[in-house]
């Protein structure tokens, strides 16, 4: 018969691509969380190493003037690895911001699909019960016109 139409196919349609939208800015707040740990990961190794490298041997002999540099230089590596991690939690909440709005991008889409699951079902339901009137009426038309006599042209 009729072809079915949901009448919100176009707010779907708008609400697919907002979840897509929302999952491709989720993909990019993670690889910005992945690159702020590792930038904070490669500080903190990169500290450890200075350190390991500026401290003296045990047993040697030490000024004082150098163990100041080298506070001074892993007080400051520790500053920065401490921005890093306030980064890389500042991306993680971000990850997890978007998530949330993936997951309000996902239940918003999920409702009209529902909503057009039903009446797509609704339709094929009406549209078979207008196909079976139809086929009766046929039925009906042509039993009738088996219990006619025949008639007889001259």
Do not use: C, Y
């Not at 949901?6 to 929302?22: G, P, V, Y």
Request: proline share 2%; glycine share 2%; hydrophobic share 40%.
């Amino acid at each position: 018969m009729s072809r079915f139409k949901f009448r919100l196919q176009r707010l779907l349609d708008l609400r697919n691509k907002k979840e897509q939208e929302a999952a491709s800015a989720v993909a990019m707040a993670r690889s910005v969380a992945e690159a702020a740990v590792e930038r904070e990961e490669d500080l903190a190794t990169r500290r450890d190493a200075t350190r390991q490298e500026m401290l003296p041997a045990e047993g040697q002999t030490v000024r004082v003037s150098h163990l100041h540099e080298v506070a001074f230089l892993v007080r400051a590596l520790d500053d920065r690895v401490v921005d890093a991690r306030k980064a890389s939690e500042a991306a993680e909440r971000s990850v997890q911001e978007k998530l949330g709005e993936l997951g309000d991008a996902m239940r918003d889409r999920r409702v009209l699909d529902r909503l057009k699951d039903r009446r797509s079902e609704e339709w094929r339901h009406e549209d078979a019960r207008q196909e079976r009137e139809v086929m009766d009426a046929i039925a009906r038309d042509r039993f009738a016109d088996s219990k006619k006599p025949p008639t007889t042209s001259d």
